[in-house]
């Protein structure tokens, strides 16, 4: 096998994606959804009751992100976690009610936490009236018929997409004073408190996130999202000996990049069919990890190691190469795996030719 062939990036199906991809723009721009969708806001993640604050604490420990916010809503608790220059996080409990996520969550191995899950990916937006009367007339459908105000803001949400199980969220700031806590929610002293580690200091921004959707819906997953989102989808690269395609979106170049991580060919059997579809069959269609950008990688680890964090392998990558990552364990309270990746110059890539194999081979471990 050449190298070519195994880093196959035209295939039939790549050309397919690429001339659909380009028809939802054409779609989306003839609709007036074009500036509608700003950069990332937020992300929400939903945890069950008792794993609320080791789940929070944990982000707060091996993430450069600080505790802004928190609130109770009814019968639901969320910490806001924020760094300027980055998406915030929003950790909460979900309350009583009906949960959406529910069929979503549902794996071999997630029967313990039925309700954990990365749920959704907010964007803003300048006028969410215009962006929810254009999408229901395409077809949307959200989570709350109107929506959700606050003296602070207008938030909506999709339904949990069939092809991911996450949801997109909309959200149209009124106000300087940036609060997500909604109206009718009581404001609490945030009681958990970051260790203050300076290793935690070159820890950045959200890089990236991504997600784990099955072989047969991967092109519908990414048209789908950039329907709902100013994203285009900007590459795939297919690595054939471990039956998996990373595809990116992207809306600028800087910008929060959306990976879908998917096999080529669907799942058969644990042994024939790699890492990526194996994790479907076990944690069903979820987002596998957030990406962080990280200075001083090899120091930051290092610290991050000597305080208990584990990781599925060593650094991979090498600064000629343009980039050094690494993939965490997952977390017991969210399933999540943290990626640290130091990007060097332009580098803008997922991974190199050279780590990606141990990278996808790693994640087998957890
Ligand atoms: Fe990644």
Known sequence: MTAHNDLDTTSAQELILIEEAARALDSRRDAGLDGLVGGLDSIIITTETDHLVPATYELLQYTGLGCTEAFFDTDSQSYVLGLPGSASLIVRSRGTGPNPFSSANKARLTGSLPDTRLETFVFTTPDIQEYVAVQKARGVEFLTPAPRESDYFSFIQTAPSPYTGNSVGIIE????????????????????????????????????????????DRTAAILE????????????????????????????????????????????????????????????????????????????????????????????????EGLMQIFSEPSPHTLLVNEYIHRFGNFDGFFTRSNVEKLTEATVRQ
Do not use: C
């Open 225 to 320: 999202f950039i329907s709902l989102t100013n994203y285009h989808y900007d590459f795939g690269v297919h690595v054939k000996s471990q039956n998996s395609i990373t595809s990116v979106a992207r809306r600028e170049k800087e910008d929060f990049a959306m990976v879908f991580t998917s096999g080529i060919t669907p799942y058969t059997s644990d042994e024939a069919s790699g890492p990526t579809e194996r994790f479907i069959k076990d944690f069903g269609t979820r987002v596998h990890h957030m990406a962080f950008r990280t200075e001083k990688i090899e120091e930051t680890v290092a610290a991050l190691k000597k305080v208990g964090m584990a990781f599925l392998l060593e650094l991979v990558g090498s600064e000629d």
């Open 173 to 216: 700031w009124l106000d300087e004073m940036r609060t997500y806590a909604p109206a009718g929610s009581t404001g609490l002293s945030p009681d958990i408190s970051k260790p203050a580690y300076r290793h935690l200091n070159n820890i950045e921004q959200l890089d990236h996130a991504a997600t784990r959707v099955k072989a047969q």
